[in-house]
């Protein structure tokens, strides 16, 4: 968290993003909830705790939402869905970024993607600390995950335990684009509207 810039995000609580770097709350099997617009920082705070967790030798897996379910549906087609669903079990910090952004694949017949992050979080629940960062609304998780009941009860696993971080400033990858604009004498690029979480 060297590179990260503070003053960019000054309504973040530091302290806060600081002591979750002690790595105490993997140690308590407590759940980490990052939410925010798009460019905000919270897959550079995960990204850096997963390198952190490694640092100490800890057994870490970091994936995109999306990643991590198509790795799930792959299991329905060959018979290893629980074998890859107790690899997602297993490690002490699991990272899920990006609930929320890519395409969930649709199964007739299939469990929704809301059924296997429930089953995983459950599973992991008080064991092992997963990690997740969203850039959509809370209530907009049933419509992403398929389930809009089990999304519920995804967000209630996660309440129950979790560190929640709310990342309310602007994106900082649009902040660059105008820079390197400016510094080449074009147009700044026009401001997306971004998703609140």
Not at 32 to 45: D, P, Q, R, V, Y
Not at 100 to 123: S, V
Not at 152 to 168: E, F, M
């Amino acid at each position: 968290m060297a590179v990260f810039d503070w003053a960019f995000q000054p309504r973040l609580d530091r302290r806060t993003v600081e002591e979750l770097f002690t790595l105490s709350f993997v140690e308590r099997n407590e759940d980490l909830l990052i939410t925010g617009k798009s460019g905000t920082g919270k897959s550079h705070i995960l990204q850096a705790l997963a390198i952190k967790g490694c640092g100490q030798e800890w057994m870490v897996r970091y994936a995109r939402c999306v990643d991590l379910v198509d790795d799930l549906y792959a299991g329905l087609a060959d018979g290893s869905y629980e074998r890859r669903m107790k690899k997602w079990c297993r490690p002490p910090l699991l990272v899920v970024d990006d609930v929320g952004l890519g395409q969930l694949k649709r199964r007739e017949g299939e469990p929704t993607a809301a059924h296997m992050l429930f089953t995983l979080l459950d599973r992991r629940h008080g064991n092992a600390t997963t990690a997740l960062s969203s850039n959509i609304k809370l209530s907009a998780w049933g419509s992403y995950l398929g389930d809009a009941t089990l999304a519920a009860a995804v967000l209630d696993r996660l309440a129950a335990t979790s560190i929640r971080i709310d990342i309310d400033g602007p994106s900082y990858r649009q902040f660059l684009a105008r820079k390197r604009a400016e510094e080449h004498g074009q147009q700044p690029p026009a401001e997306q509207e971004a998703v609140e979480a």
